[in-house]
């Protein structure tokens, strides 16, 4: 079975604060995701990664940067946090090149910005 | 832009019975594909089920089935014989077919089971 571990389920920072929510799979997989999870907006793509030292931005990057300098990590960092970035943070991975896999969850980071 | 729509918040079914949940999504594209995911309370998103748009037979996994409208773009989930364990959120997700792999999701459906 895939496994994508995220660092943290739970994480309690400060306005200001640099933050890092790391993300690991064991699976090889090229692909790597970052989400933010809002009650009632679903899930929206922040940024993603299909190779090593390679990233795109998603749907809402701002305020994110990410960094992947191993294949099977995928840091997401916010450089400044701020109270709206209090979210739900979801990674993923999944195999490239082929449509119908599906992508590999972790648990989620609950982060939560004072 | 492709989008995904999942007009129902919140549903509710009764322990054994079946529920329907529904899902419509926007698309220029032909091939592509249809995902729902399933995520229990405090617990990690897995794949239900999933449907290729140039198969015109409705994907089916146990319990789990889906009526895939293709000129309607639609992709409801059918959940029969309904256990306590089905309760979570529903998330409806659209993949273009390419090399990314991008995902776009719907908003969701938070599912009760009532016993």
């Known amino acids: 079975d895939v496994k994508v571990t995220q660092s943290s389920r739970y994480l309690v920072k400060r306005t200001g604060e640099k933050v890092f929510l790391e993300c690991v799979q064991d699976?090889?997989?090229?692909?790597m995701f970052w989400y933010r999870q809002d009650p009632g907006l679903g899930l929206r793509l922040i940024y993603f990664s299909y190779d090593v030292k390679m990233k795109e931005k998603g749907d809402i990057p701002e305020g994110y940067s990410v960094s992947r300098e191993k294949k099977e990590r995928f840091s997401l960092i916010l450089e400044s946090a701020s109270t709206n970035q209090t979210s739900m943070y979801l990674c993923?991975?999944?195999?490239?090149?082929?449509?119908?896999?599906?992508?590999?969850f972790g648990d989620g980071t609950r982060l939560s910005i004072l | 832009a492709q989008t995904v729509t999942q007009s129902q918040p919140e549903m509710s079914v009764q322990e054994a019975e079946t529920v329907t949940l529904s899902c419509t999504y926007d698309?220029?594209?032909?091939?592509?594909?249809l995902f729902w995911y399933k995520q229990p309370p405090s617990r990690q998103m897995i794949l239900v089920i999933r449907?290729?748009?140039?198969?015109?037979q409705n994907a089916t996994e146990n319990r789990f089935s889906v009526n895939f409208q293709k000129a309607a773009k639609s992709f409801s989930l059918k959940i029969s014989d309904s256990q306590l364990g089905d309760a979570a959120m529903y998330f409806c997700a659209y993949r273009k077919e390419g090399a990314t792999n991008k995902l776009i999701f719907g908003t969701g459906t938070l599912l009760a089971v009532q016993p």
């Open positions: 698309t220029s594209e032909s091939d592509y594909y």
């Open positions: 699976m090889d997989h090229e692909n």
């Open positions: 993923a991975s999944s195999i490239a090149g082929v449509s119908d896999q599906p992508q590999h």
């Open positions: 449907q290729e748009a140039y198969k015109q």
